[in-house]
């Protein structure tokens, strides 16, 4: 367990900038880091850590992204013009905080989600001020995705006496169906 400070300098300390990054903020020493495994390795050597490695398609959220970058500007472009504007806050885990209309409208918010860090603490603290919860109407939160990764994980340090419940829209590790999930 390390802090995104400690990884930060472990990558610039060793140069490795062009092939690995932090991928993740999960909270206060929960970082992800991706990118090319031997340089990848070097980090976690640097830090003396073994990490735990996931099982991902790509190296999500790290410069090895950057190849599919113009081809998803194109896509997220179209998407933009049609000129939906949220209803409701929209937490954006690019910045950790609460996204403006304009922010969400320009594709290069969007092509940032490719490589830029998901600032998930920062996004879920920014989330749970936006219905500070009491105890007459606490807050839910529902991690929408095939699994509760990151609800799991923020429990013992996020929404201290603000949040009732931690729920997942899929528990497919767990075996939990949708409806139970929901309960």
Excluded: Y
Excluded at 16 to 39: L, R
Excluded at 107 to 119: G, I, K
Excluded at 144 to 152: C, D
Excluded at 168 to 175: E, I, K, V, Y
């Amino acid at each position: 367990r390390c802090s995104a400070q400690a990884v930060t300098a472990a990558i610039h300390e060793l140069g490795v900038q062009a092939q690995v990054s932090i991928a993740s903020v999960i909270g206060p020493k929960s970082v992800v880091v991706a990118g090319a495994e031997a340089e990848l390795l070097m980090v976690m050597r640097q830090l003396d850590q073994e990490g735990k490695r996931l099982s991902v398609s790509h190296a999500f959220h790290s410069p090895l992204m950057m190849p599919m970058a113009e081809e998803f500007r194109a896509v997220v472009t179209l998407l933009s013009e049609s000129g939906t504007t949220p209803s409701i806050p929209v937490v954006s885990t690019v910045t950790g905080s609460v996204a403006s209309a304009e922010e969400l409208a320009d594709p290069e918010h969007w092509v940032r989600q490719v490589w830029s860090p998901v600032l998930f603490s920062g996004a879920l603290e920014a989330a749970l001020d936006q219905w500070p919860g009491k105890a007459s109407k606490p807050c839910v939160v529902l991690e929408v995705g095939p699994n509760p990764v990151l609800t799991r994980m923020a429990r013992p340090w996020a929404g201290s006496g603000r949040v009732a419940a931690w729920c997942a829209s899929l528990d497919r590790q767990g075996g939990v169906s949708d409806v139970e999930a929901m309960q």
